[in-house]
């Protein structure tokens, strides 16, 4: 069965780097029927896209974000990783990782996410 | 790119329908059928309700109904139940390779 649990710092301060890991169980990361994907929501607000990966390793970035972001694959093939650098106040929020099945919209398994605060 | 535009807040009686619209551009949901829709309770993951516009996952009530029309998408929920008091997410593809999300609508079951 399918699991996805999101780790990391639940505190960052201001123009350092957030660090996030998924770990993924149950299913291979290189499996080329899905793709993972970060996604956020600050307190209180909507769901934001940040970004996701493909099996193959290519990525694709909330544009808004591009500059900040990467997501990766261990190299164990089974965690997902998100990079955030330079973070401020505004990225404040709880992380999902995420699995949507490939050819359609569908984003079928959710962690349960992780509250990242950034303050000093 | 911007959020695609859902209502705050919409309401409805038990056993009554109502309808949430998302409204994007020819950029999303104009061009893509690929159109998702997220229930979520407070403190919790989303959960998708509606893919591709009008698919319902395995286990899901056909009390939920997606359409689509034009740069409009729309979620119906029919016969309304306590339990469907939650925030209901839009998600579209877009022609930028990327994914959007709408702003959120709270369902008030009264």
């Known amino acids: 069965q399918l699991q996805l649990q999101e780790s990391g710092p639940g505190l960052v301060k201001p123009s350092e780097t957030l660090s996030l890991t998924c770990s993924v169980s149950?299913?291979?990361?290189?499996?080329?029927?899905?793709?993972w994907a970060w996604i956020r929501q600050p307190p209180g607000k909507g769901l934001e896209w940040i970004g996701n990966?493909?099996?193959?390793?290519?990525?694709y970035y909330n544009p808004s974000l591009k500059s900040r972001v990467t997501i990766f694959v261990d190299t164990s093939k089974t965690q997902l990783s998100l990079i955030l650098n330079s973070v401020t106040a505004a990225d404040t929020a709880v992380y999902h990782c995420?699995?949507?099945?490939?050819?359609?919209?569908?984003?079928?398994?959710w962690g349960q996410g992780i509250l990242v605060t950034v303050s000093s | 790119q911007s959020a695609l535009a859902q209502p705050a807040s919409v309401s409805g009686s038990p056993g009554q329908s109502i309808t949430i619209s998302c409204t994007g551009t020819?950029?999303?949901?104009?061009?893509?059928?690929?159109v998702s829709w997220y229930q979520q309770y407070p403190g919790k993951a989303p959960k998708v309700m509606i893919y591709d516009v009008n698919n319902r996952p395995s286990g899901i009530s056909d009390r939920f109904s997606g359409s689509k029309s034009g740069n409009t998408a729309s979620l119906t929920v029919s016969r309304l139940q306590a339990e469907d008091e939650a925030d209901y997410y839009c998600c579209s593809y877009t022609t930028s390779s990327t994914w959007v999300f709408g702003g959120g609508t709270k369902l008030t079951v009264l």
């Open positions: 995420a699995r949507r099945r490939g050819g359609t919209s569908q984003i079928d398994q």
């Open positions: 990966l493909d099996y193959s390793g290519t990525t």
């Open positions: 149950g299913v291979s990361v290189s499996d080329s029927r899905y793709y």
């Open positions: 020819s950029s999303d949901i104009g061009t893509y059928n690929y």
